[in-house]
């Protein structure tokens, strides 16, 4: 089974282009139900936001390299998880 996970979140500038390409394969406008959320938070020392992701497990329902493509940083990596029998699903 293919995931998507964040390898790289000190990396996440808050654009949310995978929030929005997340959105636009599922064809839903708004935010609501999103499989993928960006929280913002400030630092306690410096004021500069940063910024934690979110991953519903449903995300893997969708194109992952669309998704993985579109971030500007390269937050997202894409892994192959085994099942215990040593297969890949």
């Given at each position: 089974m293919r995931s998507l996970v964040a390898s790289l979140p000190n990396k996440c500038i808050g654009c949310e282009l995978c929030v929005?390409?997340?959105q636009r394969q599922l064809s839903k406008v708004g935010?609501?139900?999103s499989f993928i959320r960006i929280f913002?938070?400030?630092e306690k020392n410096t004021g500069f936001l940063k910024f934690s992701i979110d991953l519903d497990p449903q995300v893997e329902?969708?194109?992952l390299e669309k998704i993985k493509s579109v971030c500007p940083n390269g937050v997202f990596d894409i892994i192959e998880e085994e099942m215990?029998?040593?297969l890949t699903r």
């Open positions: 929005f390409e997340a935010l609501e139900g913002r938070e400030p329902k969708l194109d215990e029998n040593g």
